[in-house]
Nanobody, 124 residues
Framework: VQLQASGGGLVQAGGSLTLSCAASGRTFSSYALGWFRQAPGKEREFVAAKAWSGVAKYLDSVKGRFTFARDNARNTVDLYMNSLRPEDTAVYYC???????????????????WGQGTLVTVSS
C-alpha cells in the first residue's frame, strides 16, 4: 500500500495551496482517508478526513478555510487550503484507516497507512 502526497510549498499568509494524495495497493472501500499535520515541536494533529460513505470531519481551526475532496473511483484525496495562516505551517501527512464500526470518530480512529509528509510553510 502506498500513499503519495504532493503539493506542499511556501505561501504567504492569506494565500492558498492544494495538497493531493494518491492511494494505491488495495481497495479503499470502507476506509477513511484523511490528512494530519505536525508542526515543529508539536504533536501530530488531525486536520480533515472523509469516510467512504461521505461523512467528513474537520479540525475546528480549519473549518471554512480548508475543503477536503475524496474521489473514490481514483482513490485520491485533495485538501484545498485557503486563507492560510502562519499557524498552518506544518508537515502534512495523508493517511488511510479501516472503518470497523458503525460508530466512529474520523479524528481519533486508528489510521493504518501513512504517506510521506509534505511541508507547508506559511509566511507572515
Amino acid at each position: 500500500v502506498q500513499l503519495q502526497a504532493s503539493g506542499g510549498g511556501l505561501v504567504q499568509a492569506g494565500g492558498s495551496l492544494t495538497l493531493s494524495c494518491a492511494a494505491s495497493g488495495r481497495t479503499f472501500s470502507s476506509y477513511a482517508l484523511g490528512w494530519f499535520r505536525q508542526a515543529p515541536g508539536k504533536e501530530r494533529e488531525f486536520v480533515a478526513a472523509k469516510a467512504w460513505s461521505g461523512v467528513a470531519k474537520y479540525l475546528d481551526s480549519v473549518k471554512g478555510r480548508f475543503t477536503f475532496a475524496r474521489d473514490n473511483a481514483r482513490n485520491t484525496v485533495d485538501l484545498y487550503m485557503n486563507s492560510l495562516r502562519p499557524e498552518d505551517t506544518a508537515v502534512y501527512y495523508c493517511a488511510a484507516g479501516p472503518v470497523r464500526s458503525i460508530i466512529y470518530d474520523l479524528a481519533t480512529m486508528k489510521y493504518t497507512y501513512w504517506g510521506q509528509g509534505t511541508l507547508v510553510t506559511v509566511s507572515s
